[in-house]
């Protein structure tokens, strides 16, 4: 079955600590996307990315960093320098340049220790 | 003002009465529209896509888009318990003048009462 397979499930940072969530799709999608989201609040764009080799800032990168080395990979690290880290991110992706909905992945919630 | 505005919820209606969500936006630009379900402490599942003016029905649910005045909603007939979650509306909106990115409101939970 396609879909998008976000890895792991929970995880948990210690101070000063870098962490890396995994999204990997089949869809063959082109465009990739990271989002956070904190209770009670809507999604908030970190990264997205349209092509391989490329990615663009969102709304709020800072203290996040992302690659794009394959299709079918976009994975994020949250770095030592996002002070408040906790949340649910969501990986999303969709064809590009198109009218067509994002497709999300089952997301990780991430932790301070 | 936000990009993309919901009302402010929590929403309660009884089982088997009509839910009626909404949302307004800020760019008259933006095109594609999308109504996202999303229970607790899961991911946000597509239920709805509109790019149209007027209503366009899908089961139980029909969305309804008025590009002149700027808002999206989404009414869910006969509801059930099970519709019973976080509904987030998004549109391609201009984000922060740079391209045209797909924009979330902040979410209306509904509560439908057995």
């Known amino acids: 079955d396609g879909g998008i397979t976000q890895s792991p499930k929970y995880l948990f940072r210690k101070e000063g600590q870098n962490v890396t969530l995994s999204c990997e799709q089949n869809?063959?999608?082109?465009?990739m996307y990271w989002y956070r989201q904190d209770p009670g609040q809507g999604l908030r764009l970190i990264y997205y990315?349209?092509?391989?080799?490329?990615?663009q800032k969102g709304d709020i990168a800072e203290g996040y960093s992302v690659s794009r080395e394959k299709k079918e990979s976009f994975p994020l690290t949250v770095t030592s320098a996002q002070k408040n880290p906790t949340a649910f991110y969501l990986c999303a992706s969709k064809t590009v340049n198109s009218n067509q909905p994002q497709h999300f992945g089952d997301g990780t919630r991430l932790s301070i220790l | 003002q936000k990009e993309v505005e919901q009302n402010s919820g929590p929403l309660s209606v009884p089982e088997g009465a009509i839910a009626s969500l909404n949302c307004t936006y800020s760019d008259r630009g933006s095109q594609s529209f999308f109504w996202y379900r999303q229970y607790s402490g899961k991911s946000p599942e597509l239920i709805m896509s509109i790019y149209s003016n007027g209503d366009k029905e899908d089961g139980r649910f029909t969305a309804q888009l008025n590009k002149a005045s700027q808002y999206v909603s989404l009414l869910i007939r006969d509801s059930q318990p099970s519709d019973s979650a976080t509904y987030l509306c998004a549109g391609d909106v201009f984000s922060s003048g740079s391209a045209r990115q797909l924009t979330f409101g902040s979410g209306t939970q509904l509560t439908v009462l057995p």
């Open positions: 869809l063959n999608h082109d465009a």
């Open positions: 990315s349209q092509i391989v080799n490329d990615f």
